[in-house]
């Protein structure tokens, strides 16, 4: 069964750093594209970042391009995303979703990061 | 960036209704358009992808179609298990972008 599991939110201040993590199972990890997504709170859907098999190639949204880096570790079947200087419209559910077939198909369940002094 | 324009925002359906929402997008995106169920506190799942392929497990009263910049999803014979938000996804270009979203209500 196909599992990702993300951890590491939490209540931040603005202009803070953290990293949420996400660690996956029930396939071979080092063969799909990853993808981090984020939704705020009674709001839709945004697309994040990408990261391919084997890193060499990342891509961001505008929004976040230069605060935030997505990573992973085959070895370890996690794909992190380090978030920096911290906003307020940060905040949100962060999802970690698989690439299959060009397509997002299995999703976390996510985790709350909240930026407020 | 590509838009996605869906609509409507929120529907109100009986048991057994059939259902349908749209997604127009800001340029021709080949197909390449998802639907994805989410329930309150849940994760987004992914039911139908390439326009109108249903993933496993996607029961049967669900469909989409289209092409070009204009696409449909529909639910025939509305069950109480529907009663969700729904979202369009494209993925032809990055970023990828989803549709503003469709909240589903029982009336």
């Known amino acids: 069964e196909v599992q990702l599991v993300e951890s590491g939110g939490g209540l931040v201040q603005p202009g803070s750093s953290l990293k949420v993590s996400c660690v996956a199972s029930g396939f071979t990890f080092s063969s799909y594209v990853m993808h981090w997504f984020r939704q705020a709170p009674e709001n839709g859907i945004e697309w994040l970042a990408y990261i391919n098999t084997d890193s060499s190639s990342t891509h961001y949204a505008e929004t976040v391009k230069g605060r935030f880096t997505i990573s992973r570790d085959n070895a370890k079947n996690t794909v992190d995303m380090q978030l920096s200087s911290l906003r307020s419209e940060d905040t949100a559910m962060y999802f970690c979703?698989?690439?299959?077939?060009?397509?997002?198909?299995?999703w976390g369940q996510g985790v709350m990061v909240t930026v407020s002094s | 960036d590509i838009q996605m324009t869906q609509s409507p925002p929120s529907l109100s359906a009986s048991l057994g209704d059939k259902v349908t929402i749209t997604c127009q997008a800001s340029q021709n995106i080949n197909k390449y358009i998802a639907w994805y169920q989410q329930k309150p506190g849940k994760a987004p799942r992914q039911l139908i992808r390439?326009?109108?392929t249903l993933v496993s497990g996607t029961p049967s009263r669900f469909s989409g179609s289209g092409s070009g910049r204009d696409y449909s999803f529909s639910i025939s014979n509305v069950e109480s298990e529907d009663i969700a938000s729904y979202y369009c996804?494209?993925?032809?270009?990055?970023?990828?972008?989803f549709g503003a979203g469709t909240k589903l209500e029982l009336k």
């Open positions: 996804l494209q993925y032809d270009n990055l970023p990828y972008t």
């Open positions: 979703a698989r690439e299959a077939l060009w397509t997002p198909d299995y």
């Open positions: 390439y326009t109108s």
